[in-house]
């Protein structure tokens, strides 16, 4: 078996080859996203038998494996998978698939695994027109923050991000950090600070999208995001300070409506089963779920 390496930004070109044979629209199949989480998660990637096999660790504190990608012989991959698996005592799973990766596993290997969803790993799709119009009685109370927030703020400012604005990004989240746990203490926070920075660090050569809402000179929201397929843009990250009540409304908005026109869906990827995201999530009425989950032999 290969042995597995740690992904550098020099590794770019090689994940996008094999990611642009695809069309799964979740996250986890970004180079950006990839990269930035992998010391959270250990992520670590092999080319065996022309797949890109991606390992990682989930939250249980285990290994498993992404969804492989190529186009050889996916069942013969899987053996050797498995019998790697065995040979280190350790349990075979694939995480954070969907039902219809595990239907091309079932083809490669009929009857071998259990495919088990995981709604805490759903991820949210939204038609990229509502996000942006907002129309209808169901979406009144989003228009009613923005339009409270555009009377209170009249003079905000939305500018597309670059690389003047890195630092005061990191400024604002370092902000949202101390707001955030002093009501809600979460080590997790520590490791998606890891990847954020990482992130803003790498913008231009990970070729993000953000962008950033000013209140009288100050950043007072910022998001980032890119393509993940030729119709879906996903959302990584948003933050805004609490102290600006509608600036998470706005900014949603303001993002999509300058980035992601061209765009028919927007994936704002799973809530992790908290409650509060969970609802925010489901407030901006999703088109459809992205119903992820985990595989493990029968």
Known sequence: MQEFKSICLEDKALFNRYF???NYRICDFSFANLFCWQAQYQTSYAIIDNFLVIQFTCDDGL?????????ENMGELLLKLIQDCNNKNE???IHAITAEMFELLDQALPTTFLFKPLRNYFEYIYLSSDL???KGKKYQQKRNHINRFKIQYPSFVYQSMSLVHISACKELYEKWMKQHLEK?????IQGEKQA????LDNFVELELKGGCLFVDGVLVAF???QAVTKDTFVVYIEKALNDYQGAYQVINNQFLLHEATKY???NREEDLGIPTLRQAKMSYHPYKFLERGSVCLK
């Open 91 to 93: 349990r075979f799973r």
């Open 184 to 188: 809600n203490p979460d080590s997790a």
């Open 132 to 134: 942006i119009e907002l």
């Open 20 to 22: 642009e044979s695809i």
């Open 223 to 225: 998001t980032l995001g």
């Open 264 to 266: 028919t869906f927007v």
């Open 63 to 71: 290994p498993c494996y992404m969804m492989p990608v190529g186009e």
């Open 196 to 199: 954020v920075f990482r992130a």
